[in-house]
C-alpha cells in the first residue's frame, strides 16, 4: 500500500472525521508535512500510528490543523462600522434581541468581542451568542477566558477597564459577565448542519485555506442560515466573489446582507 497523501486523508476523515479535501492542498500539505518533521517520525503511516495512540498529540494534530489565529478587534475600522451602522441596522429590523452565531470562533476572542460591542447598545442580559468551532481544545482556551495582554492590545480602554483583571502571572481574565453571554459548541462548517433564522453571522479569516469550492458551499450555507434582512461578516483576506449569484446584497467589503423579499 502506498502510505502517501491521498492516502493520509481519507485515514484523517475516518479518525476525525474533518475533509482534508476542502483545504487548499498545497498550503496544508506544506504544514502537515512541517508537523510530522517535528515529531520525528518517519512518514503519514507512522504518524497516524502516533495520533491514534496518543491523544495529546491527537489534540495537536487537530489544533494545528485549525489554524487557530485570532485576537480582540482585530481589524478595528471593520468593527467601527458594525458598532456605528450595521447594530443599529439590525435593532431597527429585528428588535434589540439580536440573535447572533460566531462560525469558527476559536479561543473565544470574536464572540467576546461583539458581546463588548453589543454592550454599548443593550444591557449584558439581552445578549446572546452562538459560537462554534471545530477545535475542543480551542473552545476549552475560550471557556476560561485567560489571554495574553498583547492578544487584547486592540480592545478600547474603556471596555478593557471594565471587563478584564490581570493576573499575577501577567495574563488577564474575561469577566463572568462577559463569558455568561456566550454558548460554545464544537461544530464543523464543512460537514454539521446550520443553525437556521440568524440575525448577523460572523465568520473572519477562516474560510481563506478553503477550496473555492468548499468557499462557495460555505457562503451558500451562510445565506441559507440568515434570516431574510441578516447580514454576513467576512474578513479582511476575504471576498465573495460569486455574492451576486448566491443572492447577497454587498453592503460593503465586508458585509453581505441576504435581502428581504
Same mark, same amino acid.
Given at each position: &500500500?502506498? !502510505?502517501?497523501?491521498?492516502?493520509?486523508?481519507?485515514?484523517?476523515?475516518?479518525?476525525?472525521?474533518?475533509?482534508?479535501?476542502? !483545504?487548499?492542498?498545497?498550503?496544508?500539505?506544506?504544514?502537515?508535512?512541517?508537523?510530522?518533521?517535528?515529531?520525528?517520525?518517519?512518514?503519514?503511516?507512522?504518524?497516524?500510528?502516533?495520533?491514534?495512540? *496518543?491523544?495529546?498529540?491527537?489534540?495537536?494534530?487537530?489544533?494545528?490543523?485549525?489554524?487557530?489565529?485570532?485576537?480582540?478587534?482585530?481589524?478595528?475600522?471593520?468593527?467601527?462600522?458594525?458598532?456605528?451602522? &450595521?447594530?443599529?441596522?439590525?435593532?431597527?429590523?429585528?428588535?434589540?434581541?439580536?440573535?447572533?452565531?460566531?462560525?469558527?470562533? $476559536?479561543?473565544?476572542?470574536? #464572540?467576546?468581542?461583539?458581546? =463588548?460591542? /453589543? $454592550?454599548?447598545?443593550? #444591557?449584558?442580559?439581552?445578549?446572546?451568542?452562538?459560537?462554534?468551532?471545530?477545535?475542543?481544545?480551542?473552545?476549552?482556551?475560550?471557556? =476560561?477566558?485567560?489571554?495574553?495582554?498583547?492578544?487584547?492590545?486592540?480592545? #478600547?480602554?474603556?471596555?478593557?477597564?471594565?471587563?478584564?483583571?490581570?493576573? $499575577?502571572?501577567?495574563?488577564?481574565?474575561?469577566?463572568?459577565?462577559?463569558?455568561?453571554?456566550?454558548?460554545?459548541?464544537?461544530?464543523?462548517?464543512?460537514?454539521?448542519?446550520?443553525?437556521?433564522?440568524?440575525?448577523?453571522?460572523?465568520?473572519?479569516?477562516? /474560510?481563506?485555506?478553503?477550496?473555492?469550492?468548499?468557499?462557495?458551499?460555505?457562503?451558500?450555507?451562510?445565506? *441559507?442560515?440568515?434570516?431574510?434582512?441578516?447580514? /454576513?461578516?467576512?474578513?479582511?483576506?476575504?471576498?465573495?466573489?460569486? !455574492?451576486?449569484?448566491?443572492?447577497?446584497?454587498?453592503?460593503?467589503?465586508? !458585509?453581505?446582507?441576504?435581502?428581504?423579499?
Amino acid at each position: &500500500m502506498a !502510505y502517501d497523501y491521498e492516502w493520509f486523508k481519507k485515514a484523517v476523515y475516518d479518525l476525525t472525521k474533518i475533509d482534508l479535501n476542502a !483545504y487548499k492542498e498545497k498550503q496544508m500539505k506544506r504544514r502537515i508535512d512541517t508537523l510530522i518533521g517535528k515529531y520525528e517520525v518517519k512518514g503519514y503511516d507512522q504518524f497516524m500510528d502516533l495520533i491514534k495512540k *496518543d491523544k495529546e498529540v491527537l489534540h495537536a494534530f487537530v489544533t494545528y490543523l485549525t489554524i487557530n489565529v485570532s485576537e480582540f478587534f482585530r481589524n478595528p475600522d471593520q468593527w467601527a462600522l458594525m458598532d456605528k451602522d &450595521m447594530v443599529p441596522e439590525l435593532m431597527g429590523k429585528f428588535g434589540k434581541n439580536l440573535k447572533i452565531w460566531s462560525a469558527a470562533c $476559536s479561543t473565544g476572542d470574536e #464572540p467576546y468581542t461583539i458581546v =463588548m460591542l /453589543l $454592550s454599548r447598545h443593550v #444591557p449584558l442580559n439581552q445578549i446572546n451568542i452562538l459560537a462554534t468551532d471545530l477545535d475542543s481544545v480551542a473552545i476549552a482556551k475560550a471557556k =476560561m477566558g485567560i489571554y495574553a495582554e498583547k492578544e487584547i492590545a486592540g480592545v #478600547p480602554k474603556d471596555l478593557k477597564d471594565k471587563y478584564f483583571t490581570k493576573n $499575577s502571572d501577567g495574563t488577564v481574565t474575561i469577566s463572568n459577565e462577559i463569558k455568561s453571554r456566550v454558548t460554545f459548541k464544537q461544530a464543523d462548517l464543512l460537514r454539521d448542519p446550520y443553525p437556521k433564522d440568524y440575525h448577523l453571522i460572523v465568520c473572519r479569516n477562516v /474560510l481563506i485555506y478553503f477550496t473555492e469550492e468548499a468557499k462557495d458551499e460555505t457562503f451558500r450555507k451562510y445565506y *441559507d442560515s440568515l434570516a431574510p434582512g441578516g447580514i /454576513l461578516f467576512i474578513g479582511a483576506t476575504e471576498q465573495i466573489i460569486n !455574492y451576486k449569484d448566491i443572492g447577497f446584497v454587498r453592503k460593503n467589503s465586508f !458585509y453581505y446582507e441576504r435581502p428581504k423579499g
